[in-house]
């Protein structure tokens, strides 16, 4: 297990090591705003695991490198749920049909998110694609904004200190 995880956490410190180097701070910040948002794609953990490595190495400082990620996570979970809130039920009832999602599958998950919410959106965090689109789910299901907030902020902590503060601490270990 130990070595499947360095050796994703080297994996990803690889990857996303270019473009942390080239755009800094701004690509910890744009990445994470973007994959909170739905972009499935975006290299959330990556990003992260390698800011936090930098910053143990001196490159960045800490101090910036965890606030700015839980800003950004945090904030672009909080622009999904609004667009959630305000286009998902809708959205999804007349256009889910094109992707294969019946009214019953979103009655299901709103019925899942309406019991379940909190640890969903607390543990949400670290599962893809659940963490990029659980926004939209949160908002298109009436989720409360204030419990919303409460529980994906918390989310975003764990999240954020896991990866980002757990990648600062392991390479405080690695000399060099």
């Known amino acids: 297990m130990m070595h ?3 050796t994703t956490l080297g994996h990803f410190i690889q990857m996303a090591s ?9 690509a910890l910040v744009g990445v994470l705003f ?22 143990a190495k001196g490159v ?3 101090q910036e490198v965890l606030p700015l990620a839980f800003a950004a ?38 019925e899942l998110f309406h019991r379940y919410g909190a640890g969903i959106v607390i543990v949400g965090r670290y599962i893809v694609p659940l963490r990029q689109l659980q926004g939209y789910i949160a908002g ?17 902590a764990l999240w954020v200190g896991t990866w980002g503060g757990g990648a600062w601490w392991l390479a405080q270990s690695i000399p060099g």
């Open 4 to 6: 499947w995880f360095l």
């Open 18 to 26: 270019p473009i942390m180097h080239r755009y800094g701070l701004w």
């Open 34 to 55: 973007a994959e909170n948002i739905g972009v499935i794609f975006a290299p959330g953990e990556a990003v992260v695991v390698t800011a936090g490595f930098l910053a």
């Open 60 to 62: 960045f400082a800490v």
């Open 73 to 110: 996570a945090l904030l672009g979970g909080y622009l999904a749920y609004g667009l959630g809130a305000r286009y998902g039920r809708l959205g999804l009832m007349r256009y889910g049909k094109y992707l294969r999602i019946t009214p019953h599958m979103i009655e299901r998950v709103h």
């Open 140 to 156: 298109s299901a009436a989720m409360g904004f204030r419990p919303y907030a409460l529980w994906s902020t918390l989310g975003a």
